[in-house]
């Protein structure tokens, strides 16, 4: 049962009587991010400051609360991917995977599948895309095929960052309160991205065609 627990008591704050309305702040913070009138992590900090001046949290307590090794995961790997975006390292592994693939469509979008999946584990998703959008359609025009099938491809694979914390805003959320370690996302992710991809690449040319 201890591996369920996700809180320890002694990092809960005592709310006492403000029981109601941390629940109403936290559902506003849900409401505010589920109809994008926020993003997650501007609605999380919003409800961060409510719950401090409403005085459900104490400075000490929001403090104490705070796991820095993961915060300082979170900002490393930040500023990892906009290092390997600004030097241009990824886009040069890309484009040599792409020119490894030779002329099939096939093996390309399991190359740009593959960077994506890869690359998804040490940055967003979003950067991810970004970084490899450019070389997947520059090469499917080149080639000749339809663009958005490599496209597709690329949108569904940057989206399986499961076998790292570090990819996904949402892990980096459970990682500390959960008490996971790195290698528990690796055990479950990988098995879970192998199975993902394949599911990718059979599907997306059966339903975008190359041609």
């Known amino acids: 049962m201890s591996e369920l627990q996700l809180f320890d008591s002694e990092n809960v704050p005592n709310i006492g009587s403000k029981t109601v309305l941390s629940a109403l702040i936290m559902l506003a913070m849900i409401l505010l991010s589920s109809f ?5 992590m501007s609605s999380c900090f919003l409800a961060a400051f409510a719950m401090i001046i409403t005085h459900c949290c104490s400075i000490k307590q929001a403090r104490d609360s705070i796991d820095w090794g993961i915060l300082m995961i979170f900002a490393g790997s930040v500023c ?13 592994l890309a484009d040599n995977l792409l020119a490894l693939a030779g002329n099939s469509p096939f093996w390309v979008l399991t190359c740009v599948c593959v960077c994506g999946v890869v690359l998804s584990e040490f940055v967003s998703n979003t950067a991810a895309a970004a970084i ?5 359609y520059q090469t499917a025009l080149a080639m000749d095929v339809y663009p958005l099938t490599f ?25 500390g309160p959960g008490g996971y370690r790195f ?9 879970m991205n192998v199975i993902m991809l394949i599911a990718t690449l059979v599907f997306t040319p059966m339903i975008f065609p190359f041609k």
């Open 132 to 136: 490899l959008y450019p070389v997947a």
């Open 80 to 92: 990892m991917g906009m290092a390997i975006e600004r030097v241009g390292l990824a886009e040069l």
């Open 151 to 175: 496209c597709i491809g690329l949108l569904i694979s940057v989206s399986l960052c499961f076998a790292s914390p570090i990819g996904s805003p949402t892990h980096m959320l459970v990682y």
């Open 36 to 40: 994008n009138v926020l993003p997650l």
């Open 183 to 191: 290698s528990d996302f690796m055990r479950v992710g990988i098995i």
